[in-house]
């Protein structure tokens, strides 16, 4: 097994971009577009699972671990819910972007380079966000597992990725990097997309419990994602941990 999930050539591709990551209309547009439904359903499924009565400020208390953050783009709106978070990422360069947005943004957020497995805290988490980072880990048992390890019992991880079905490579590859221009050429690589049955195993077997599953759809009219029931491409999860 290996000792840790860091692929050296994803985290070179990330520290190319890390400039971008604040720019709505730079290389991460897609994921300022995608933005708005993530945290729509990361603050829904929270409010349930936590029974949450506080719906200025949800997430006040809970301690919430993003992996894998980036230059922050889910981290900040996340920690205006109320939330105390923690921001990881291997890349030093996403890092020193996302500390100095958050600084300038006046949020008190908590960003560490590392990867959940080289963590020396040992703190738990009661939330943890495991959004678009899967398919770009070189070992995704031993990811799933490290994460899994930093939740609280009861605690919850959301995982969003993409499906590997022939629809996810002429959509998220093909018409996202190579017709539309969306990503950067080579962002996704489809072997490494994952099943949300082979993902629901993997969870299974590291404590983690599937509690609802949807697709992520792009709406070309309107321009904006939607949650569907068509989960071909991409998909989030919520788990629970037992």
């Known amino acids: 097994m290996a000792n840790n999930t860091i692929n050296k050539e994803e985290i070179e591709k990330f520290n190319s971009l890390a400039e971008e990551w604040w720019d709505p209309d730079g290389k991460f547009k897609p994921l300022h577009k995608f933005n708005p439904i993530r945290i729509e359903y990361i603050k829904n499924n929270i409010i349930k699972e936590f029974n949450i009565k506080n719906k200025k400020k949800p997430f006040s208390n809970l301690e919430i671990m993003d992996i ?3 230059g922050g ?11 105390k978070l923690t921001g ?15 600084k300038k943004s006046n949020l008190k957020i908590n960003y560490i380079c590392s990867s959940p497995e080289n963590l020396k805290s040992k703190k738990k988490y009661d939330v943890i966000l495991n959004m ?26 959301f995982i969003a990725t993409i499906n590997k079905t022939l629809k996810s490579y002429l959509f998220a590859i ?3 990097e190579y017709v539309l221009n969306w990503l950067p050429i080579g962002t996704h690589d489809w072997f490494n997309f994952v099943e949300p049955k082979k993902l629901k195993e993997i969870c299974k077997k590291n404590n983690l419990k599937l509690l609802d599953i949807h697709g992520l759809n792009y709406n070309v009219l309107l321009d904006k994602w939607d949650l569907s029931k068509n989960t071909n491409i991409n998909y989030i999860n919520i788990f629970k941990r037992f």
């Open 88 to 102: 990881i990422d291997a890349s030093e360069k996403n890092i020193n972007i996302a500390k100095a947005h958050a």
């Open 174 to 176: 093909i018409g996202a």
């Open 73 to 83: 783009l889910l981290t900040e709106p996340i920690s205006r819910l109320g939330g």
């Open 132 to 157: 678009e980072v899967v398919e770009h880990v070189s070992d995704l048992n031993f990811f799933i597992k490290s994460s899994s390890s930093l939740l609280k019992k009861n605690g919850v991880m």
């Open 68 to 70: 894998g953050c980036g």
